[in-house]
């Protein structure tokens, strides 16, 4: 049976309230055994702690860059205080986004800084982080050096060019590979599917986001690694085999703490 993780689902979200179980069942259908399950701000950490419980759920705690503006010194002592708490939760989703082009210097500190503490934060911790990047990349790198962070983990739901691809892989980032494979015209991301190492990508969702019209679901995986098998012309086993072993590797580290 093909094995298969989604790496980024906000199983926490209202959208799937009292859903969670059939989600999840329609998942395993399509061999998707395993969820990565981010937090966006402090609001949402206890729903994502509750979602701990189900054995193939990991979880990751963090502010999202969309909350940074809001976040406050107390946020941050009680998202290192959980992190304590669970040894086994990633540091996530944190990032930088500068999409909008409307953002004042000062919102980018605002979010730099936010992104920079969590980071050191997951260094000292030593968890692999959840990474939100929308046309920031360079200061991402900034931000990583500059926090001397070494962990590793998921730049996700990629739309770069392959030179940002790798030089987010050189510092220690898998891909994650998303629903943007969906989207016929997404060049970038299937430009990045194609090309980058199998060693250095994951695959995720971004449930529920993601589609229009539509709530975007875990099972979902199946199509995008069957899009990344014909993109590649290998097969949909080859795919599974090694983003698994890609996902198995980030995770060996926080369940060896
Ligand atoms: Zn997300």
């Known amino acids: 049976m093909l094995k298969l993780t989604d790496t980024h689902c906000h199983l926490a979200d209202p959208a799937f309230s009292n859903q969670l179980p059939d989600i999840l069942k329609a998942a395993q259908a399509q061999g998707v055994h395993r969820f990565i399950v981010p937090a966006t701000c402090s609001d949402d950490f206890q729903a994502v702690i509750a979602l701990d419980e189900i054995p193939s759920v990991h979880i990751a705690l963090g502010i999202h860059p969309w909350f940074a503006e809001a976040a406050s010194e107390q946020d941050f002592h009680h998202l290192a205080s959980l992190l304590k708490q669970y040894p086994q939760a990633w540091v996530g989703e944190i990032g930088l986004d500068f999409y909008d082009k409307e953002q004042t210097p000062e919102q980018h500190e605002k979010q730099i800084d936010c992104f920079c503490h969590q980071l050191v934060l997951a260094e000292r911790l030593r968890r692999p982080v ?78 529920p986001f993601m589609l229009k019209n539509t709530v975007n679901t875990p099972a979902n995986v199946r199509k995008i690694a069957e899009i990344m098998a014909q993109l590649r012309h290998i097969s949909l086993e080859e795919v599974a085999a090694v983003t698994e072993q890609n996902i198995e590797t980030l995770l060996a580290t926080v369940s060896s703490i």
């Open 130 to 207: 959840i990474m939100h990047n929308l046309k920031a990349t360079s200061a991402i790198v900034e931000a990583v050096k500059k926090s001397r962070f070494t962990q590793g983990g998921i730049a996700h739901a990629f739309s770069g060019s392959l030179e940002e691809a790798q030089l987010l892989i050189k510092n220690g980032f898998k891909i994650g590979i998303g629903s943007l494979l969906l989207n016929p015209t997404a060049k970038k991301a299937r430009q990045a599917a194609q090309n980058l190492p199998l060693k250095d990508m994951v695959l995720e969702t971004d449930s």
